[in-house]
């Protein structure tokens, strides 16, 4: 299996633009997760999915941030507008719920720049 | 509510040993063990499911308290390989499910 796909990889943009970031889980897998890494506030959970239905979001900051999940295989992370306190690395991780203990896969992560 | 690693840091020489510990003031359903490197993604060591629970792969090694509230990472002779940033992520067992919460994190270096 090719694991959790980002894209992109890297992204530097300007504030005030909008970016989205996208992921691609396992292909089985049922739940998906959404983190933001940043050396102060560490690993933290934004929102996360299962069988494509947003289940809690509640550690999404603020208005700016949105994500949706349109299928099984598919999800985007969206922030607008954006400001430079938004960079960070930003993963996806993925899961089949009812599984053993649920781990979670990680993605390779977005390098998120806002200047 | 986040759980509490211990030590923040480590610096260890090629052979030593290094013992992690996670902690929680609840009783958890499930605790996950992740280990990231510089600049990649974190990777999936272990999870610990049973209290008094007891399981690891090569030098690597875990362990779950009895109350379910505590859970210690082994790393035994230690490789270079190892070092890396360990991050516990709990369940608590009032809520189970599939929703982690990630402790601060355990930077560990192994040094030649």
């Known amino acids: 299996d090719a694991g959790v796909i980002q894209s992109p990889r890297h992204e530097v943009t300007e504030m005030g633009q909008e970016v989205t970031l996208r992921c691609k889980p396992i292909?089985?897998?049922?739940?998906l997760f959404w983190y933001r890494q940043t050396m102060m506030r560490g690993l933290e959970l934004l929102i996360y999915?299962?069988?494509?239905?947003?289940?809690?979001d509640s550690g999404m900051p603020e208005d700016r941030f949105s994500a949706k999940m349109p299928n099984a295989s598919f999800s985007t992370l969206k922030i607008q507008p954006s400001e430079p306190r938004d960079s960070a690395v930003y993963f996806c991780?993925?899961?089949?719920?009812?599984?053993?203990?649920?781990?979670?896969?990680f993605g390779p992560g977005t390098r998120l720049l806002v200047l | 509510q986040q759980p509490v690693q211990s030590p923040q840091a480590v610096i260890l020489r090629e052979g030593e040993d290094a013992v992690i510990n996670c902690s929680s003031s609840?009783?958890?359903?499930?605790v996950h063990w992740y280990r990231q490197k510089h600049g990649e993604a974190p990777v999936f060591l272990m999870i610990?499911?049973?209290?008094?629970e007891q399981k690891g792969h090569d030098k690597i090694s875990a362990s779950f308290n009895e109350k379910k509230q505590q859970s210690s990472l082994y790393l035994t002779a230690s490789q270079l390989s190892y070092s890396g940033t360990y991050f516990c992520?709990?369940?608590?067992?009032?809520?189970?499910?599939?929703?982690?919460?990630f402790g601060g994190g355990t930077r560990l270096m192994v040094k030649p």
């Open positions: 991780a993925s899961s089949l719920l009812g599984g053993e203990g649920e781990t979670q896969y």
């Open positions: 292909s089985g897998h049922n739940s």
């Open positions: 999915f299962n069988n494509n239905v947003p289940i809690d």
């Open positions: 609840k009783a958890l359903y499930s």
């Open positions: 610990l499911l049973k209290g008094g």
């Open positions: 992520g709990t369940v608590p067992k009032e809520n189970a499910g599939n929703m982690l919460t």
